[in-house]
């Protein structure tokens, strides 16, 4: 083969994957931007707003499978080694977390439609600021993903723990308020249901972080990162992994 040639398919494979990149990168801003219209059709107690957030998720969906469409085409065509496999199965992963974090946000704006329903509660404000957090981690972690930038989605990785503790306090806060009065269990019960597909969303995008990190470093990040959520054990003895 010709220089000339082998110069022509490696331009062709870097302008599939940038493509690819781009792709993935306006499948994340989709899924983030359903997560804040899920949060603002809740402080609206906009029913019909709601089914139409969940409606939008058939989107992702379909460019979820569009993209492993041409991962599947890029393993095809180019047989890609080493670090170049890397980035077709980074982005196969990627594209998979997405699709996660906008099934929960979805499930956000389903648990909105039986809240409205009920007299509203002051905890409710809360979520935004779980949403925010969360929102923020997956808009970081798609621009290191976009930049092939391994310390930035190590940052993400670790400010996680920040959206952990955040959710902590607001659990905490909601069995208050159901312990105070029981009329505040139903909505309460929502609102936890809400939270957590919050904090699942950051886990999500932790698990982007990692793929980054061996996409980039060809290992997997194996450092400790200290766990936050202590929902489940209120009193832990010790910190640890974060389960995917």
Known sequence: ?????????IKSYDDELTRLTGEIVRMGELAV???????????????????????????????EQEISHDVVRLLALRAPIAGD???????????????????YAANVA??????????????????GYLAELAAKEVRDVLMAYRDRDAE??????????????????????????????????TPCTHLLFMAKNIERIGDHA???????????NGEPLTAQRAKRDFTSNPEPTKLGNKQD
């Open 1 to 9: 083969m010709s220089g000339s040639s082998k110069e022509h398919i």
């Open 206 to 216: 932790t698990n982007i972080a990692e793929s980054i990190w061996y996409q980039v």
């Open 152 to 185: 930035h989605a190590y940052q993400v990785w670790k400010d996680d723990a920040d959206l952990d503790e955040a959710y902590t306090g607001y659990f905490r806060q909601l069995l208050t308020y159901m312990m105070e009065d029981p009329r505040n269990i």
């Open 85 to 103: 496999l890397r980035n077709v199965f980074a982005a196969l992963r990627i594209a998979a977390d997405i699709e996660r974090i906008g099934d």
């Open 33 to 63: 931007t359903q997560l804040e219209a899920a949060i603002d059709v809740i402080d609206r107690r906009d029913e019909r707003a709601a089914q139409h957030v969940v409606s939008n998720d058939d989107a992702i969906d379909l460019l």
């Open 110 to 127: 389903k648990r909105s439609i039986p809240l409205s329903m009920v007299a509203p509660i002051a905890p409710t404000n809360g979520l």
